[in-house]
């Protein structure tokens, strides 16, 4: 295979892409790996209230939300679900953020942010609705203040860009918060939900939950600097934290939305964290993934850390130990018995929600397909084994 | 839909059968108004009647847009209200997208037709989908307003007929007027509507003017009917938007020559009123249908397809298509050429009758 | 078109009468392959031969597209050939025009169908017009590659069928494989064209295994012509991609019946080879058209609408379609109830045979 | 009117745009608005081979540009042109950058670069053709190393990018330089081409006419920030330089395009200038324009600036003055004559070019209308008052 661009001098093949940015370097951290309790001046006035007794809860909840993972990926592999997006190593970015959300916040997210998803309060059934295939989505948005997940990349940091500025318009303080990737950095949308936003000064939170990867695309292939140094060209103010650390993305969340509450505008969130799984469990990440990356993170596990802290603090008590794992066990349980419980839709359900007000061609094509399916009733059905006269 | 009614009026119904200018008896609160006058007041009317409407587009403030269908409405409701955007497409009904969550019903503008593409994506995988995802728990009552067509004389981009690609989207509704009285209830009605609407003007026809009734409220031709502007027993002519015109014109010259059409403005394009269509082809036996967008794949092609469906026995010749060209929108100077007009659309019309002198001797040929 | 011809094979004649399977007398050159295979042999190929072929598009290096279909190319061919983009559609089309006016033949993977709208701009108001606007001096030999349809039981945005936008617009050809054979041939014709070609692909067919006449050159069946896999007198059955196994399992179903029913695998939608479907049509005299995509607006329209004008006298009854329904892609519980089947397409066989029990009974009460 | 957002406490009316926006600060000025020359370290290197007598050039073509302007316009108010969109205000913005492109450099531009278009060498007849309304475009891209201007706002940065990157694979040290305005910066495709030019480090340079406009919009509607502050976020070094000084243009389009060819990828110029003519000539400023602008940017004048440097360095000849004249008037014939010379192109022609290669639907329709053209002088032209038997 002979190629013209040999001797090219400016381009640079892929894999020299820096590797600092997959470190966490230059992030804010108020626990270490190990689990101390490290200061950092600017953020720590933000979780001063944080509790031992809150930090149990944050835990557990890190513990219940992975639980949620692997009965959802134990579905996925028993037939259960059709597909399942594993959180898991994000535990701390999704919790973090979403316990400290007001409920007349908004969340707009992608398909990842399940652990969100538990926090707003979406029951099970709900949470399995779409990926056991029987709807488009699984919630109610306005019962639980958070959008039904975008699958479209980036499309909802639009979203969430509007709903503030309606929710400013409105004289509340409510804040949206758009969850997004890495990867979807890259996509126009979230360019210009950030150029939207700034104009507008929208009271919207960009969380951008850095992975490390798109599928299988490492996050220097969609930029060579921090994906935190893009706001501030914007007109945003943004903030680099570690997204394995609960305490130092509940840190920022809170001066994120204290910002936006008191009409500061938008600001950018980098929580640098780290896909532990597939992408999806369609994915197979052994094609992709450097050898030893995945060991390196597990080092920098998000639950271990806290349960490091809350033992070096005394807090990490039988009790609590087993009140976690009773917990994680009730969940696990009521998650399968919700999947398993969902009803298969009827058929004529396809026909429904397409529009809010009656529409005649849709009407009609209703009206023809359950003739048609009345029809297999009336002996019709075999037609094809020559039901008719011709 | 949300209630929207001003006062009594005259019955849809008189409208049904007249012409699209004045009827004849001119009712109490008609004003003489242009087409792009009339979408004005329709405007000012909507954010009148209701705090969550908003505008939002890019030049539709000081400057009331490039065609100044905003005109003064900045000024009038404030900076809130009718909103400048950033020059972004998908930026501006991304945005609207999130209003319409939080309970607004926001109206875009897309300055012109052609640059509706960048918020192709917001439009089809979000704004028509979105009532279907949520299951029905979230409304998407976003007016988008597109000036569309050619005849103008413009460069690239400026002359586009995008209409069958919302046609062809599922969870869209998608209208176009032709007059100044359907231009002023129908932006009305297409905002009060709870489904997302793709408003698309005619901006040839922008300075065009007729008598408008600014009262039509609940009387009015629901949005998504057709109505046959003037009867006709020999053929049916179907048209929408800038062609409605034309196809008058074509219907009084067919009459000279004694031919009766039977013109319809279509109006709304998806869905499209069959009913009309086809209870006036059982009557002719005879449809042409006339668009400026390309022919493969234009509404056209619908409609020939779905009456040929409902009215075979009924039909004496094919449905033919009178459009713009399968190719991209030409420059000016190509414009007469590309565009339908009176001598293409009697062409047709003699086509469907088995004239001699028409094209069937060409499509034999072929 | 560039030189694509790598050895004599067998007439393409032969192929067209064949069913999508291999061919009776299996030349030396054949290999049984998925559709899948089909088309990475068809990449490796178009890479080998010309320089200028690129692979551009998200995750088609180390992972080899997550459908596999760029399996190895990147290893093979190195990363300047075989680009991982960053996640951005307009980005990725919008790059390939500049490296097109550069001279390259850009290859772009869209990962799913339901992702290409982030691309629509570039795609309808660049890549199809941008020939035309530089009066032939620039050309845009692109490819777009899109794996399409239902069937998979996949969540939103990956089973739908968009080609019906892209048949609209002026500039693009539009084609899609059904078979092996066809994958392998028309992904290289496609690459080899000097004209932008947005390239189908039936996702749920790719792992469908088929003798693959490898050397298949310059006597290829041209990409833009219509292939009659089944003769038959009594009904046109037309169909592309993921539904002409389905059409094919239809007419093995009705020949039991004693119905003999024409299978045409329609291959290019944009332009359609009318020629291919008027002559069946005017031998049978009844058409099926079947599609994924909503109806409303769909290819089908486009093919009764076109095969109405030529074939009027000819047809017995309207022309029937049987689609995908009015409305977004549904959840994979509902894709069964959606998508077009052997009894619906059954059904409508019945419909335009006239025959009891069929919904033509259902159209008259409508 | 009542409306629901009165006392709203975060959204602010656009008129609260920040002003010193609109000004020239923070920008690198190497000839002052009244000519003296001011010297800025990094940038002098980069024009001291500039001599007098090539700033008479650079002189020369501002005037001549302008007058092209002028005359353009004034072919437009006699309706011999459909529209024309001034650059009057930008003739140094495009002149001092692009007098420094090399041959085999490519330019992707808007509509406005038709200075840019004429240092290419674009005959005038070509340059007219669009606006006259004869051709979607008027000169072949290859013939003058300028593509056909994209009208689609942006839409041109990513073909810059591709095609950068293109002849980066061919070996090449060509670079790609891509004009657009600051209202295209909010475009989702302007920001994906910052995220592929620096991810590929392509040899592109974005040129942003920043004129302070789009259309009606004021640029701080766009950006709370300095626009050349969006570039580095995305990893793209960029420069802001005063867009009336073409000096300072063409140093910081040198520096860009010395980065480029020597394979340091994309850099981002903010060319910081004023646009003193309408949108185009279809647009009436004057119902946005703030009183008074005009007047200040006025005296910021491009031109006015090099004749008084050239005045200063004693260069300001009777003899240079009649030159400039002479040729400004010699092309305000040329261009007049070159777009009146151009012919009604043939009907027929609207077929022409769509495909590159036989399309049987589109022969199938340009046979039609053959045909139905050639039927009017067979007598069917009068069909319509009653030519055919029914
Ligand atoms: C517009 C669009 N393009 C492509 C895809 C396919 N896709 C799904 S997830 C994904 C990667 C997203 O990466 P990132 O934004 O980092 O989020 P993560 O999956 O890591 O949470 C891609 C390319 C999509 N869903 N939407
Ligand atoms: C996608 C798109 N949207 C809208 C327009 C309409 N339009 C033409 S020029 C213009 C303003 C552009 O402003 P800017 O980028 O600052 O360039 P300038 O005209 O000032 O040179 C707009 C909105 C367009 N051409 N393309
Ligand atoms: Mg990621
Ligand atoms: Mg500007």
Redesign the pocket.
């Known amino acids: 295979m002979s190629t013209t661009h040999e001797g090219t001098r400016t381009h640079e093949a892929h894999d020299d892409i820096p590797v600092h940015l997959s470190q966490l370097e230059d992030v804010v951290q108020l626990i270490s790996p190990t689990g101390e309790r490290l200061s950092s001046p600017g953020f720590d006035p933000w979780v001063d209230d944080v509790s031992t007794e809150q930090l149990a809860d944050l835990y557990e909840d890190m513990v219940v939300v992975r639980r949620i993972d692997t009965e959802a990926t134990a579905l996925q592999r028993q037939g259960e679900l059709g597909l399942w997006p594993p959180l898991h190593g994000q535990e701390a970015a999704q919790i973090g953020s979403a316990r400290t959300l007001r409920p007349d916040d908004f969340v707009f997210s992608s398909y990842r942010e399940n652990g969100v998803a538990y926090c707003r309060g979406v029951t099970f059934t709900d949470l399995m609705r779409v990926w056991r295939g029987t709807a488009a989505a699984g919630w109610n948005p306005y019962e639980v203040g958070m959008a039904t997940p975008a699958v479209i990349i980036g499309a909802q940091t639009l979203h969430a860009t509007g709903y503030a500025l309606g929710a400013s318009f409105d004289g509340t303080d409510s804040v949206a918060l758009a969850y997004f990737g890495d990867g979807a950095t890259s996509q126009g949308d979230v360019n210009e939900a950030m150029v939207f936003a700034a104009s507008f000064q929208a009271p919207v939170v960009f969380f951008c939950s850095n992975n490390q990867w798109a599928i299988s695309e490492p996050v220097g292939l969609q930029s060579k600097r921090h994906l935190s140094d893009r706001a501030p060209g914007f007109g945003i103010p943004s903030m680099r934290v570690d997204g394995n650390d609960v305490l130092a993305v509940m840190a920022a969340t809170r001066i994120a939305l204290d910002r936006a509450r008191s009409g500061g505008g938008p600001t950018f969130i980098e929580a640098v964290t780290y896909r532990m799984g597939p992408h999806t469990t369609s994915d197979d990440p052994t094609r992709y993934r450097p050898t030893g990356e995945l060991d390196e993170w597990r080092a920098k596990d998000p639950i271990s850390r806290v349960a490091a802290l809350l033992e070096s603090r005394g807090a990490m008590s039988d009790e609590l130990r087993s009140r976690v794992e009773g917990k994680a066990d009730a969940v696990a349980r009521d998650l399968r018995a919700g999947c398993l419980s969902i009803p298969q839709p009827d058929p004529m359900s396809v026909f429904d929600d397409v529009y809010a007000e009656p529409h005649s061609g849709l009407e009609r094509q209703k009206g023809q397909y359950a003739a048609y399916l009345a029809s297999f009733e009336n002996g019709h059905g075999d037609g094809a084994e020559g039901g008719g006269a011709s | 839909m949300t209630a929207f009614s001003t006062g009594t009026v005259p019955a849809a119904g008189s409208m049904a059968t007249g012409s699209h200018e004045a009827p004849a008896s001119v009712p109490a609160a008609t004003r003489t108004m242009s087409l792009a006058g009339a979408l004005n007041d329709g405007l000012r009317r909507s954010l009148a009647r209701d705090d969550k409407v908003l505008l939002l587009g890019?030049?539709i403030g000081k400057l009331g847009g490039?065609f100044r269908i905003t005109d003064k409405l900045q000024e009038e409701f404030g900076p809130r209200r009718v909103i400048d955007a950033p020059?972004?497409?998908a930026g501006i009904i991304g945005t609207a997208v999130g209003l319409a969550i939080r309970g607004y019903r926001p109206v875009c503008e897309?300055?012109?037709d052609?640059?509706i593409?960048?918020g192709f994506d917001q439009i089809v995988a979000q704004v028509a989908k979105l009532h279907y995802r949520t299951r029905g728990a979230v409304t998407m009552p976003i007016t988008i307003r597109v000036p569309f067509g050619g005849g103008i004389g413009a460069v690239e981009?400026h002359s586009e007929s995008p209409e069958a690609y919302f046609a062809h989207t599922a969870g869209l509704r998608v209208v176009s007027c032709s007059n100044p009285q359907d231009a002023h209830t129908m932006i009305q009605q297409a905002i009060a509507s709870d489904d997302p609407v793709l408003f698309f003007e005619p901006k040839r026809r922008y300075w065009q003017k007729g008598e408008v009734n600014t009262e039509l409220g609940a009387d009015a031709l629901p949005i998504g009917e057709a109505r046959v502007l003037q009867p006709g027993s020999d053929v049916t002519l179907v048209a929408y938007g800038p062609l409605v015109r034309t196809a008058l014109d074509v219907a009084a010259a067919a009459a000279d020559d004694g031919v009766a059409i039977e013109v319809i403005d279509l109006r709304s394009l998806a869905p499209v009123d069959f009913t009309t269509v086809e209870s006036s082809v059982r009557k002719t036996g005879r449809l042409v249908i006339t668009h400026e967008a390309a022919q493969s794949g234009g509404m056209g092609a619908e409609i020939a397809a779905s009456i040929t469906e409902r009215c075979f026995d009924w039909l004496e010749a094919a449905p033919a298509r009178v459009t713009g060209f399968d190719t991209p929108y030409p420059p000016a100077a190509l414009e007469e050429a590309f565009l339908p007009d009176l001598d293409r659309i009697l062409d047709a019309v003699d086509r469907v009758l088995g004239r001699r002198n028409s094209l069937t001797g060409w499509e034999a040929r072929a």
Chains 1, 4 share one sequence.
């Open positions: 890019e030049d490039v020059l972004a497409e897309i300055q012109f052609g640059f593409y960048p981009h």
